[in-house]
């Protein structure tokens, strides 16, 4: 070879390595972006949700309770604060428990008092009002999922599965 070959064989390499080390660099500050991304939707909705849980007597977890007892504000501003960083089928449940589940167990609720205010026996929940504590179940649920999913990749403990257990042993018997 002569050296003009070796001169433009030179630049060649100067400038593949400029390019591959320009590649690494972005895709290096794309996974820090997307660890950051994931830590501020953890310590934003998914943390402070099972801070929420955690704090409360499972019986106190009930969304019938929760109702009934004006407790579910702070839920209710948590989730719908932090819809953005729910995955679509948790924002599509919550949309359902927002919409029409809290105004089924309000009816269920006002019903119950009538009842019992007129000395007569409890009826069983209506399934309108039996199908928003389940819809509510199924959020909490699939938050609770999701904050695993998360945690594992961002390499921490998965404190939300003890709940994820509660809500799937204890709610069936919880909530009717």
């Known amino acids: 070879m002569t050296t003009s070959n070796w001169n433009i064989l030179s630049v060649f390499a100067s400038i593949i390595s400029v390019y591959i080390s320009y590649l690494l660099g972005k895709k290096a500050s794309n996974m820090k972006f997307e660890q950051k991304q994931k830590m501020k939707r953890y310590d934003s909705l998914y943390a402070p949700l099972m801070k929420l849980l955690y704090s409360r007597k499972s019986n106190d977890l009930v969304f019938y309770n929760l109702i009934i007892s004006n407790q579910f504000e702070s839920f209710e501003k948590l989730l719908i604060g932090n819809v953005q960083y729910m995955g679509k089928e948790s924002a599509q449940l919550l949309y359902k428990v927002m919409t029409t589940g809290k105004s089924e167990v309000i009816k269920q609720?006002?019903?119950?008092?009538?009842?019992?205010?007129?000395?007569?026996?409890?009826?069983?929940?209506?399934?309108?009002?039996?199908?928003?504590?389940?819809?509510?179940?199924?959020?909490?649920?699939?938050?609770?999922?999701e904050s695993v999913d998360l945690s594992k990749s961002l390499h921490l403990e998965s404190i939300g599965q003890p709940l994820i257990d509660i809500f799937q042993k204890e709610g069936k018997y919880l909530d009717k």
């Open 109 to 145: 609720n006002k019903k119950n008092l009538f009842l019992i205010n007129n000395g007569m026996k409890l009826q069983p929940m209506d399934d309108k009002a039996a199908e928003a504590i389940d819809l509510y179940r199924d959020l909490i649920i699939r938050l609770l999922l």
